[in-house]
């Protein structure tokens, strides 16, 4: 395949970043997207041009360090897929591709594709846990069992990989699916309940703090995520919040 | 050479963690906070060490390379973690996973430690539960558990295909919990470069800040080294793009034994290889093999005709595949342990049975079991037991729930639906179980500089077995090092603060900045990745599932001659003063290029054959590892002397009084 990268470039946080063009031959069907930048570089590299610089470690889907806005949309226009698993079967000859980082307030670029989502450790850093001491004793793990369809819920809000892509496609770059699934993953579990006052409040304070907008319905979160998250989450979250006002 | 002591405590080896932690000095809580301990690596080991070190009431400070320590490697662990619960009641016990442990790792680890880590096991499962791991579970509301190769019981507890993912998150809230109370200070995207003597013992590190490309110096009362494995030596293999040697390399550099380097585990179900430009392999769990049969198929005509694409795997017939680790291992079947299991891919594929266009891949069949539970679900369900259709959906769903994920990734990188076609698999680097040499406590043989996780070499002997990596990485970080790490800071309890102004730090920083910038001002004329290809391909070729003397003796010489050319023609673009992910590769290439003549060298000293170690040289009549105990009964433990080749050796005997050492059989 033939295609026509458009690619954002950016020295580092305080220069103003453009896009500039990049036509690449030769990709194949079978490579991944990352596969098809680290092709890129190497030509821009033996050209003695700098290289892209864009995020990504354990390249299957898991680490969620890999990101890009890639023709507008998250990770891409597969579905359920991070950038590291699309594959450039995707695309076709020809095509003229647009990557940018994602976009937020809250997540600042450090150079080029490669940007800062310290702001979700530091929503997690609130009350994204369970208080218990992890060097001493505890009651065996089956003293309390669980509803097998609660702990699966609990499971799948877990699955987030704290990625960002929910926020990069919200118009709002709202944070509430990621927070939400983290509120709900305790929420769900007897475990988690004993703080669960507590921990919405601080989270949902954070979330504000760190400057992602508010949520306005619109679903698009949902669409994009990698990981399938639901939006039954921020229903949740909702509930759990408004529960917590009361309880003041 | 000398012989290497372990300080194993005394006394019967049920009692002998129980005793140790009777006897070891302790530290009033006023004096841990005057103590500070440097953790490299916050993935399973290093972030379940940094929380429980910092809930004690140390100062902590943690690194990670990664953006964020809920990205370290340990989060793509598919399959599950072990533990000696019996609460399948199907026979289990502490003994039994110890034993099963030592025989996995083909008598080349050690009793003591195993022992140990078998024991903590089960606290291991009540600490994740406590702290909200939403782990599988049955309808009654219990905990789920399955079977990994190499054992007989059902041990291994996990969250579907992403229990590395669901273990680390919560390690990463533990860890959260205590950076929100000040108690760790964390450093992301952090590269440690070099670890500090003051004296003998280790006081500190210097790292890179892989955002402005400063560096800093970070002392204090201990370090420990929690930073993975050393698997992407061969370019291609199941790691993520950023694990590295660097760090264990540093110490080893700085005079921590190396044991054992060339014990590395080879995977027999990864993705296989698909072209020129692939930068990863992607696992497909050890677990698929409770229910996935392996074949390839009887005649070399068929593989051929499947290799061209005339066949399709659903036109062999049943009759005419060859389960061949059903045929060949009848007790264990598909869950032999992963050596036996890769050496018999290869041996299918060289033989010419391979099934891809390469001929490198064999079968991963779902049918048999998706027909077994669909026929199950339609009775409990009361439904037609008879309705192909309605059995093969049923049963789909139940593998769904099962691996959904894996098959999702599977049907994702190969663009075919294995629910419906057998999965292609091959085997590939996976796990070192070789690294850095600790004692007991887990200490290396620096004073005041530890190791744990995957970066030491204690529990596994020659191969590892699945689900025993992440109770490894968990035991050693919550339950272990606290103590053994408390005996030793005993002694520093008026120590007071390490300065970093003293000349050892000054020196480290200078040889750091140094070789930065050696490599950036280098006018080469090949990228890294083109070094580090070279690398990968020399590991496979020689150092890989099979080895032997002269290939070995090859290997030692091409590692060189790829370093020096390295150093002469690698191109590193940019900027030290930057984010700049190519001069952070080649920093870690440069390392790979060590460490990795060294494995040659010591795989080419054992000769003997054990485990994931296959000396061609020695082999049983039926093509097994020939074990020689009477002069390989030891552990290997690499002192750097200069060139990676002058490695002086010293051994640490393995004493077995628990446990019968046998020729091990799962045939
Ligand atoms: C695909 C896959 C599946 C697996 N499945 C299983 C399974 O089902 N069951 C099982 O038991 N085991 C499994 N394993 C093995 C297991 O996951 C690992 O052995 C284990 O998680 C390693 O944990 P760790 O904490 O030692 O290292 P890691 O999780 O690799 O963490 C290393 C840490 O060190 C940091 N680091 C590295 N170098 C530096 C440096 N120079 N400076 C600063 N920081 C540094 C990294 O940022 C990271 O935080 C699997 C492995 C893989 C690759
Ligand atoms: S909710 Fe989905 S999109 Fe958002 S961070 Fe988590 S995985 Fe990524
Ligand atoms: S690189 Fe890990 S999710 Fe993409």
């Known amino acids: ?248 | 050479m000398s012989e290497l002591n372990a300080k194993i405590p005394v006394g019967p080896l049920a009692e002998k963690w129980t005793t140790y932690k009777n006897s070891i000095n302790l530290i009033s809580p006023a004096n841990k906070r005057s103590l500070d301990v440097i953790v490299v690596g916050t993935g399973l080991a290093g972030g379940s060490a940094a929380a429980t070190l910092a809930e004690l009431g140390y100062n902590v400070k943690a690194f990670c390379f990664q953006d964020s320590p809920r990205r370290a490697h340990s989060v793509a662990a598919q399959g599950g973690i072990n533990a000696a619960k019996n609460y399948t009641g199907d026979g289990d016990s502490v003994y039994r996973l110890f034993y099963d442990t030592i025989k996995g790792g083909d008598y080349r680890s050690r009793e003591a430690n195993v022992y140990r880590l078998a024991e903590v096991s089960s606290n291991i499962i009540d600490q994740c539960v406590a702290q909200g791991v939403p782990f599988a579970r049955e309808y009654g509301g219990l905990l789920a558990n399955r079977s990994f190769g190499g054992v007989q019981v059902s041990r291994t507890f996990y969250a579907k295909g992403q229990t590395g993912q669901q273990l680390l998150l919560g390690v990463y809230s533990a860890l959260n919990r205590q950076i929100a109370r000040g108690k760790i200070e964390m450093f992301n995207r952090h590269e440690m470069l070099d670890v500090v003597l003051l004296g003998d013992k280790a006081r500190g590190i210097i790292s890179r800040n892989l955002v402005s490309g400063a560096i800093d110096r970070h002392s204090a009362h201990a370090v420990v080294i929690a930073s993975g494995g050393y698997g992407n030596l061969f370019y291609l293999s199941t790691y993520a793009m950023g694990c590295n040697a660097s760090a264990a390399w540093k110490a080893h550099k700085r005079g921590a034994f190396l044991a054992n380097p060339c014990f590395n585990q080879i995977h027999p179900t990864a993705i296989p290889v698909g072209g020129p430009n692939q930068s990863k392999l992607t696992l497909m769990s050890e677990s698929l093999r409770n229910d996935g049969r392996i074949w390839v198929p009887k005649d070399q005509e068929d593989a051929k005709a499947l290799r061209e694409g005339v066949k399709q795997p659903n036109d062999i017939a049943d009759a005419d595949r060859d389960y061949y680790l059903e045929r060949q291992y009848p007790a264990f079947g598909n869950l032999v342990p992963r050596d036996v299991a890769s050496r018999a891919a290869k041996e299918r594929c060289d033989a010419g049975y391979g099934v891809n266009v390469t001929g490198q891949a064999v079968f991963l069949d779902f049918h048999s079991a998706i027909y077994r539970f669909g026929k199950e679900q339609a009775r409990i369900k009361g439904l037609d037991t008879d309705d192909d259709r309605l059995i093969t959906r049923l049963g789909e769903e139940v593998i769904k729930g099962k691996y959904g994920n894996l098959f999702q990734m599977y049907q994702k990188i190969i663009d075919q639906d294995p629910y419906k076609t057998p999965m292609m698999i091959y085997p590939t680097t996976h796990y070192t179980m070789g690294g850095l040499w600790v004692d007991y406590n887990l200490m290396t043989t620096v004073p005041g500089l530890f190791a744990i996780g995957e970066a030491n070499f204690s529990d596994h002997g020659a191969n590892r077995l699945g689900a025993s990596a992440l109770m490894q990485g968990l035991a050693d970080g919550y339950f272990i090092l606290p103590y053994t790490i408390g005996d030793y800071l005993s002694q520093d309890i008026g120590t007071g603060k390490i300065p970093t102004t003293t000349i050892e730090f000054e020196e480290a920083e200078l040889q750091v900045t140094e070789r930065i910038h050696r490599l950036i001002n280098n006018k080469g004329s090949h990228p890294v990745d083109y070094f580090h290809k070279k690398l990968g391909t020399i590991m496979w070729q020689y150092c890989g599932i099979n080895r032997n003397k002269k290939g070995l003796e090859t290997a030692m010489e091409e590692i060189k001659s790829v370093r020096l050319a390295f150093w002469e023609n690698a191109i590193v673009p940019g900027t030290a003063e930057e984010f700049n992910e190519e001069l952070a590769k080649a920093g870690r290439l440069a390392d790979f290029l060590e460490l990795a003549e060294l494995y040659a060298k010591d795989a080419l000293f054992r000769e003997e054959s054990c485990g994931a170690h296959m000396r061609e040289e020695f082999r049983t009549t039926d093509g097994e590892a020939l074990r020689n105990d009477t002069d390989f009964a030891h552990v290997a433990a690499w002192e750097y002397k200069g060139e990676p080749r002058n490695a002086l050796l010293h051994k640490e005997k393995l004493v077995y009084e628990n446990i019968e050492v046998k020729q091990r059989s799962y045939r």
């Open chain 1, 1 to 248: 395949m033939k295609l026509n990268l458009k690619i954002w470039r950016q020295k580092d946080a305080r220069s103003k970043g453009e896009m500039k063009d990049y036509p690449i031959n030769g990709i194949e069907g079978d490579m991944s997207f990352l596969e098809m930048l680290d092709v890129l570089n190497e030509e821009l590299i033996n050209k003695g041009e700098e290289p892209v610089q864009f995020d990504h470690d354990c390249r299957e889907g898991i680490c969620g360090s890999c990101s890009l806005q890639i023709n507008g949309e998250p990770h891409g226009p597969d579905r359920l897929v991070t950038t590291c698993q699309l594959h450039m079967r995707k695309f076709n000859d020809g095509d003229t591709i647009v990557i940018e980082p994602f976009r937020a307030t809250a997540f600042p670029v450090i150079k080029d594709l490669v940007i800062d989502r310290s702001a979700f450790d530091r929503i997690q850093q609130v009350g994204g846990y369970i208080s218990v001491n992890t060097s001493g004793n505890t009651v065996d793990a089956n003293a309390t069992p669980i509803e097998k369809e609660k702990a699966d819920d609990s499971f799948y809000a877990a699955t987030c990989i704290g990625c960002g892509a929910c926020v990069a496609a919200c118009k709002n770059a709202s944070a509430m699916l990621f927070t939400s699934a983290k509120v709900s993953q305790f929420a769900l579990l007897p475990q988690g309940r004993v703080e669960a006052t507590e921990r919405v409040q601080s989270m949902v304070r954070q979330m504000d703090l760190e400057g992602f907008g508010n949520c306005t319905n619109t679903g698009a979160c949902e669409v994009e995520c990698p990981k399938g998250i639901s939006l039954e989450n921020i229903a949740r979250m909702n509930r759990e919040y408004l529960s917590a006002k009361l309880k003041g």
